[in-house]
């Protein structure tokens, strides 16, 4: 009987183990900063932040303007389904003149790609979803 509850035991045993080697992994977030909100950024925190990151898109905006409006809830959405690989941005032109004249900004909206900390593309006017969505599928490939 003794032999006989070792053996079970150590059948048992054996399926936890294997059970807990093919359990899955805590996911390793590509993106630390990508909390799956839309960050308001400022002149004084600009580079402090994107320098962080290794995947962003910054949305330059201005309060007066529809276009940007209607983009704002896009943003939100991307920002929600890359949350953990992407970071998300805005900065409004007329409160931020310093990082609006680095990236010559004359319209907007303005998305500017980042990656790595430096500039990779801008995407002027407002545009789809799945236009972003397109860009950020390539970024957070790389």
Request: proline share 6%; charged share 20%.
């Amino acid at each position: 009987m003794d032999d006989e509850l070792a053996e079970i035991r150590r059948r048992k045993m054996q399926q936890i183990m294997q059970q807990a080697q093919g359990s899955p992994q805590t996911p390793q977030v590509a993106e630390p900063m990508a909390n799956g909100q839309v960050n308001l950024l400022f002149d004084n925190t600009f580079w402090n932040t994107i320098q962080r990151t290794k995947t962003a898109l910054v949305d330059f905006y201005g309060e007066w303007c529809n276009p940007c409006k209607m983009l704002a809830p896009i943003f939100a959405e991307l920002a929600q389904d890359y949350r953990g690989k992407a970071f998300f941005g805005k900065i409004d032109i007329d409160r931020n003149p310093r990082t609006t004249a680095q990236f010559g900004v004359q319209s907007v909206p303005m998305v500017i790609a980042f990656k790595n900390g430096k500039p990779v593309g801008q995407l002027p006017g407002l545009r789809s979803y799945m236009d972003y969505d397109n860009i950020l599928q390539r970024l957070t490939a790389s």
